[in-house]
């Protein structure tokens, strides 16, 4: 079972993309009948090309069962997905030595077998051709013992042709795969690294080879105009439009049609036929273009991307992907207000640029090219500067052009990601342009210069720096003439706003920035999906893996887990507040005024197709809601309107009132009633803001080794809450540490927080008490909170007293001291309850999380959750959970009903009151084990509830891939003073009958 010393294996370590390959061409269904390939195939597993089966091409080799590693394997499927080998997750740096083009001995190899049967209505006399839609990385390819070739290019397709080899009846396919090539060289992708037959693979018989759909609008007209290249005699017809039957290439313009854009997916239905073959056609209609001052204009409207970039992946599939889950990402994408899609960093799935011409999201189409590993050897060897990879390079831009050159939904062609620069990536420019001079070219690489690029891409730079592009004020280049063509470009963001963990912070300054500055066209966010990898824990539980948990050598750990939905596609924080951020119709109210403005950003649709509806509420009890009937506002404007007619409101509490606008009627990616977007205003004046140290109604009194103060039970000797009217109580305790999140223990361009943080000591605070002082008017609790080997800490007094109504206030007075090196994570306080009082209703902002720069998702009202529902399932544990801006919060047990309760037939439950606010934070478990847990199966409840009540905790930022956290989210140690209440309510558990 060994590899045959005469065997050619030299196109492993070639340069060249392949032999024996028909020219690339468009992705198209035909209606003469195909063989499908896709299932099981045998498949055996060789360590490197020392292992690889002598023979195993020939017709009549028998695969081997047991010793001899034979077995079944899915395809299209990876084959690290499917129990043979194990994934490897890097971000930049190779997995191998650097040494282009060769790989390692140790170079996994899978071996495919498929035999088939020809049909008899399979047109075999027209020929045919073998089409495989992505193999990674490198393979070689025998039909009935007959070598038809090789291939590199793991995201793009591959065609041999078979006519002279393909036979009715019995046929064998063997297929050999290499996982690491000379492609791997060019495909250095910031993801799993995963090898097989991983997309879908089929015969096809020959008749139309290949065409080009040209379907330009002019705006001013409103005429289309339209030709279709064909290789070969064909005729076209578009009924729509009134063409039957007619010569393709045409032109054949067409008055008042209806233009392709994202807001409007008008495709018509056409049909190419020749010799009995049909091809469908869905053509759009539209202009890309770049106007004189900078702005990207599609169908004659400036566009603004509100992108996301997307990486295909699955949990259980990799990359590998059916159209469900496809249809499932675009749906998603569509109902949080995302117009365009990066496909980084390679061509997708043909199916999904399909769906996008459906439903419409912008496409920037990005070639299979990553060259990053190079930059850790400063570029040394860099192909794409090489001439010996020129080749490889130009037949990279040619697949994916003449794949997905006839989706209307592509606006840009990208060169690739991270590869530097050189004349490779300019040759490639130049191939596309003199192909398809329809669409713009990106490449943020080429940033400095912008030579032989439309537009001006960044990835990461901070809204200072956007600032400046958007006036036009960035740092020239050295060459003058660069920077006279670089001021005339669009500048685009193609990656930021990292979405790396509990994140992205900052998305609103990002927005108003797009807003304020024509030139600025929008950007994308990174990314759409964690790449966590499905996994089962020895109890059962599933988690998903990222980098290190297969024993890489090299690895970038959870680098790989950055996006807006978790692995399961379940949406995280982060997408609700992108879709707010993201609103197409923005409505601001004025509270002074009594008006609300309803600003329309759309480009080419006004806002009829939304339904308004209003509600009031007085402290999250609704009181009266209605319909708005308002008339439709046109693109790119705005209209002001009164606020509806309100019941009065109580004297006391808050009023708010919530305007929402949703889908007058279904859309295909949403239904009737789905929300695009909203606003809320309070109606009334503030109340006052609760004293900070209410009045006392009852002394303390000393007993022994407690303390009492009204119903509350205080420890005498550490003055620390211990019960309060027997609830058992643990706290609450100054508390500054949480558990870092990515953006703290990550930054390119500073010292991490959360490094900082430690160093301080923050995670490793120790309390003293000073004095415990019972007096008439309450108890006053002095501390001293600081780390060993430091000299800086906090001084703080707990003041405790009690109200009339049985209230317990806390008000918490902190004196930093010594020289303080760094802010702080949180300022708070923490405490524990028993784990009965697991439901949580609170008055405040919610339903989800917020943090200082994110929630803006969030809205007033009055909210309920399990204190496990209040968790974010962060891939890696981290700090998450807050509830912003909190009134007050109940505890409860389940079950648990506190209207109407009385004390004969209630236990007890424990109600948080603000003055006027807090965060509040509620989890089964400590920070110290959300801290300490690296998969969330780690975590287990340990019988108690923590709650965090914070009066301030630092911002989220972008800095795992972005600028530092700014200023003004951080909390810098200050004399500090807030207050907190408790008190017990009674809960009716059971329900009433």
Avoid at 385 to 406: C, G, Q, S, T
Avoid at 629 to 642: D, I, K, N, Q, R
Avoid at 656 to 663: K, M, N, R, V
Avoid at 789 to 807: I, L, S
Wanted: proline share 7%; glycine share 10%.
């Amino acid at each position: 079972m060994v590899g045959s010393e005469d065997a050619d294996f030299s196109y492993v370590e070639s340069r060249q993309p392949g032999r024996g390959r028909r020219p690339a061409r468009a992705f198209f269904e035909t209606s003469l009948p195909g063989i499908d390939l896709d299932g099981p195939w045998r498949f055996r597993l060789a360590g490197g090309l020392s292992d690889v089966t002598a023979g195993f091409e020939a017709e009549d080799f028998a695969e081997g069962e047991g010793a001899d590693g034979w077995t079944d394997l899915p395809v299209p499927a990876l084959w690290q997905l499917q129990g043979h080998g194990t994934p490897a997750y890097t971000n930049i740096v190779y997995p191998f030595p650097v040494d282009p083009p060769r790989v390692p001995d140790e170079n996994p190899t899978g071996e495919y077998r498929r035999v088939f049967e020809v049909p008899d209505d399979f047109p075999i006399h027209r020929g045919a051709v073998l089409r495989f839609e992505g193999v990674d990385s490198c393979f070689a390819v025998w039909l009935n013992g007959i070598l038809l070739g090789d291939g590199k290019g793991s995201r793009l397709p591959t065609e041999f042709d078979v006519s002279g080899t393909l036979r009715p009846g019995r046929n064998v396919l063997a297929v050999r795969v290499h996982q690491w090539s000379a492609g791997s060289y060019l495909e250095d992708q910031d993801m799993w690294w995963l090898s097989g037959i991983f997309r879908s693979v089929r015969i096809i018989p020959c008749g139309i080879a290949d065409f080009f759909i040209h379907a330009d609008f002019d705006a001013e007209s409103g005429a289309g105009t339209l030709r279709v290249d064909v290789s070969g005699p064909a005729t076209l017809s578009v009924p729509e439009l009134g063409i039957l039957d007619a010569d393709p290439a045409g032109p054949h313009v067409c008055p008042d049609v209806e233009p392709w854009s994202d807001e409007t997916p008008r495709l018509y239905e056409a049909e190419l036929a020749a010799d009995g073959e049909r091809i469908l056609l869905r053509i759009g209609f539209r202009s890309v273009a770049v106007d004189d001052g900078g702005r990207i204009l599609v169908n004659g409207k400036p566009i603004t991307f509100r992108g996301v970039n997307r990486h295909e992946w699955h949990p259980r599939t990799g990359r590998t992907l059916d159209r469900a889950t496809m249809l499932e990402d675009v749906l998603m994408m569509k109902r949080h207000n995302i117009n365009a899609v990066r496909a980084s960093h390679y061509p997708p799935h043909p199916d999904f640029l399909e769906l996008c011409d459906t439903y419409g999201l912008w496409v920037i189409d990005e070639c299979d090219l990553e060259t990053h590993g190079f930059e850790l050897v400063g570029w040394r060897g860099n192909p794409s500067d090489d001439a010996a990879w020129r080749e490889a390079y130009l037949d990279r831009a040619e697949r994916m052009v003449e794949r997905d050159k006839n989706h209307p939904s592509i606006v840009m062609w990208s060169l690739g990601n991270e590869s530097g620069v050189g004349e490779n990536l300019a040759a490639m420019a130049k191939w596309i342009r003199n192909r398809d001079g329809s669409r713009l070219i990106h490449y943020e690489g080429d940033r400095a210069s912008c030579a032989y690029v439309d537009v001006f891409s960044e990835m990461y730079t901070g809204p200072d720096s956007v600032r400046l592009r958007g006036q036009q004020e960035e740092p020239p280049p050295e060459d003058p003439a660069d920077d006279a063509h670089r001021r005339r470009l669009p500048f685009m963001l193609c990656e930021y706003a990292h979405a790396m963990g509990n994140g992205p912070g900052g998305l609103r300054e990002y927005r108003d920035l797009f807003d304020e500055y024509p030139r600025l066209a929008g950007g994308f966010v990174w990314e759409w999906i964690d790449h966590g990898i499905e996994q089962t824990a020895a109890d059962g539980t599933t988690y998903f893996a990222y980098g290190g948990d297969f024993g890489e050598e090299v690895h970038d750990g959870n680098f790989v887990a950055d996006g807006l939905v978790f692995p399961d596609r379940t949406p995280s924080p982060g997408l609700l507040d992108y879709k707010r951020i993201s609103e197409p119709v923005r409505v601001l109210c004025d509270a002074d005024a009594r008006t609300l403005t309803i600003a329309n950003r759309h480009h080419s649709r006004d806002t009829g197709y939304l339904a308004w509806t209003w509600r009031a509420e007085d402290d999250g009890v609704l009181v009266a809601q209605g319909v708005l009937e308002l008339s439709p506002v046109a693109p790119g404007s705005e209209a002001t309107v009164h606020w509806p007619e309100l019941p009065a409101a109580k004297p006391t509490g808050e009023r708010w009132l919530t305007i929402s606008g949703s889908l007058r009627a279904d859309e295909a990616w949403a239904e009737a009633g789905h929300e695009v977007t909203w606003a809320q205003a309070r109606t009334n004046e503030p109340a006052a803001a609760s004293p900070s140290r209410p009045a006392p109604a009852t002394p303390a009194r000393v007993a022994a080794d407690s303390i009492h103060l009204g119903d509350a039970t205080f420890d005498a000797h550490s003055g620390v809450l211990r019960s309060i009217a027997g609830i058992d109580v643990d706290g609450p305790r100054l508390d500054l540490w949480r558990a870092p999140i990515d953006n703290d223990e990550r930054s390119l361009y500073a010292t991490p927080l959360a490094a900082a943080w430690r160093h301080a000591g923050l995670h490793r605070m120790r309390h003293k008490t000073l004095s415990v002082e019972p007096s008439e008017s309450g108890l006053v609790v002095r501390a001293r909170v600081a780390a060993a080997g430091v000299d800086h800490g906090m001084d703080v007094k707990y003041r405790w007293t009690t109200a009339e109504d049985g209230t317990l206030w806390l008000t918490v007075e902190l004196d930093p001291y010594g020289q303080w090196p760094c802010t702080l994570p949180r300022r708070g306080v923490a405490l524990t309850l028993p784990a009965t009082l697991d439901q949580v209703e609170w008055f405040g902002e919610g339903p989800g999380e917020a943090y200082r720069d994110t929630g803006n998702d969030a809205r007033v009202g009055r909210f309920r959750a399990s204190v496990a529902g209040m968790q974010t399932p962060y891939v890696r544990p981290q700090e998450n959970g807050n509830r912003r801006a909190v009134r007050w919060a109940q505890f409860t047990p389940v079950n648990g009903a506190t209207e109407d309760a009385a004390d004969d037939d209630a236990v007890s439950g424990l109600e948080v009151l603000a003055a006027p606010t807090t965060n509040l934070t509620a989890r089964p478990w400590s920070t110290r084990a959300l801290e300490a847990a690296q998969h969330r199966s780690d975590l287990r409840p340990d019988g108690r509830i923590h709650v965090h009540l914070d009066q301030d905790q630092c911002g989220i930022g972008s800095s795992s891939c972005g600028d530092p956290l700014h200023e003004s989210e951080q909390i810098h140690p200050a004399p500090t003073t807030f207050t907190v209440g408790f008190r017990r309510i009674a809960v009716f558990v059971g329900g009433r009958g």
